[in-house]
């Protein structure tokens, strides 16, 4: 058992170094393994020479973070309220959190991969690209919904296994799942030469395997623990919490999709170069955000596990131990960037013209590290301690600047001012849930 997976037998607890990294640094690790699937994926596809096929996969990928990111609130909602659990010493409502979880995972499961089809013809739609791309899309759509179930099975697997601060175990998991799913890229999309289909195939079998693994270690860890009565499994009340706790999660994350649609959108209107350098910086981001999400994560048990305990003074420690690691982290992605950025960028990209101009925007890209820590400490925070429409507000609050510095400054600087604009909704979503930081604690602890 981790390290961070003491029982709560009493209301105090002290959260150190040790406490935040035993959480912080395998779920870094785990999250990493996000980007190698999907190069890899590229990489077995890309062996065809088909530039539609890589395009079909594109697409269907996109397709993807769109629908799951609708139910990524099984993971985070899960975690938040199992820590609270965990927090109060109340092992009966750890289960039945989990189970309500598995329940809508299930249904909702059940559901998108009988839409499949629905789903498939939707995204040819709105990709609009050729027949052949639509396509490939089509067939990776309509194989990889199948594992629509097993994927929210593992959301709440990873959810119940993260809320206990069992970050070594959710590594375990994660390797398993794209580990899996990696190893039979190779096999199916490439050496059998089933190209996307088996791209797909490998991402069933995956989901499957490690929601097999995660099912049965979860099982048996409840077998010592007094069974389950049914009336507290269905709770109503408890139900509508976590719907509630769900339906906020979801408004947000759709926010931040949006914008992150616009940022990209706004880049095209400069010119296919300068969105081409925009995509490159991006992903420079997105990697600094995974090594966030490693601190986000622990901000979310230790906060959570706090509340549960109302002990003010380790949820302070929490919440000063992971943005102190956090910003150590993002000042050394910053400076990684700024030294070595332009190599990276040539890594990327062997177009001289996305070349000049992703670095002319490069410094803005490393700093945007810095000034997105906060923001994503924050929501592990009130993810944590279940302050969902907080954040769902602040949120909305944050794409409303990011609007507004949008309209503003890309017309009158142009690529610098989206830059600018994406700077400032990082630090809006991050100071604004800070100001209200202190209110909300003394309700949570008064």
């Not at 393994?33 to 079909?56: E, M």
């Not at 289960?95 to 559901?111: E, K």
């Not at 594992?147 to 296994?161: D, Q, T, W």
């Not at 190599?343 to 001289?352: K, R």
Request: proline share 3%.
């Amino acid at each position: 058992m981790d390290k961070g997976a003491i029982p709560a037998d009493t209301k105090v607890f002290s959260v150190t170094n040790r406490s935040v990294l035993a959480i912080a640094v395998p779920m870094t690790l785990a999250y990493l393994t996000t980007p190698l699937l999907g190069l890899v994926d590229t990489a077995v596809v890309g062996q065809f020479g088909d530039a539609a096929l890589l395009g079909g996969l594109a697409a269907g990928a996109l397709a993807f973070d769109v629908v799951f990111t609708t139910f990524n609130f099984l993971r985070s909602g899960t975690t938040g309220l199992v820590a609270q659990a965990f927090g109060r010493g109340d092992a009966l409502e750890e289960q039945a959190v989990f189970w309500r979880a598995v329940l809508i995972a299930v249904v909702a499961g059940v559901v998108l991969a009988a839409l499949s089809p629905l789903i498939a013809v939707g995204g040819r739609w709105f990709m609009d690209a050729g027949p052949r791309v639509s396509d490939a899309m089509g067939v990776y759509i309509r194989i990889r919904l199948l594992a629509a179930p097993f994927s929210l099975i593992n959301y709440a697997i990873l959810g119940y296994v993260l809320g206990r601060g069992e970050g070594g175990l959710g590594l375990i998991l994660q390797l398993v799942l794209n580990g899996t799913n990696i190893a039979l890229c190779f096999l199916l999309g490439l050496e059998l030469g089933w190209g996307v289909s088996g791209v797909a195939w490998a991402t069933v079998t995956g989901e499957f395997l490690a929601m097999l693994l995660g099912l049965a270690i979860v099982v048996r860890r409840f077998r010592s623990t007094p069974p389950l009565p049914r009336q507290r499994l269905l709770d109503m009340g408890a139900f509508l919490r976590m719907l509630s706790l769900n339906r906020d999660i979801m408004i947000r994350s759709f926010s931040l999709l949006a914008a992150f649609a616009l940022f990209t959108r706004q880049g095209a209107q400069f010119g296919t170069v300068t969105l081409a350098a925009n995509a490159v910086l991006m992903n420079f981001f997105l990697v600094a955000g995974y090594f966030l999400d490693g601190f986000a994560t622990a901000a979310e048990q230790l906060a959570g596990r706090a509340v549960g305990a109302r002990a003010e003074q380790p949820f302070r420690q929490a919440v000063r131990l992971t943005l102190f690691w956090g910003l150590g982290l993002a000042g050394a992605a910053t400076l990684v960037l700024l030294i070595a950025g332009t190599n990276l960028i040539a890594v990327v990209t062997t177009s001289q013209e996305v070349r000049a101009v992703a670095d002319t925007y490069l410094p803005w890209a490393a700093f945007t590290a810095l000034s997105g820590v906060l923001a994503f400490q924050m929501d592990g925070v009130f993810i944590g301690a279940t302050w969902s429409r907080d954040m769902r507000n602040m949120m909305l609050l944050s794409f409303l600047a990011f609007a507004a510095a949008l309209i503003t400054l890309a017309p009158a600087f142009g690529n610098h001012g989206l830059w600018a604009a994406l700077h400032v909704f990082l630090l809006v979503r991050g100071l604004s849930l800070l100001a209200i930081l202190r209110l909300r604690m003394q309700t949570a602890f008064s």
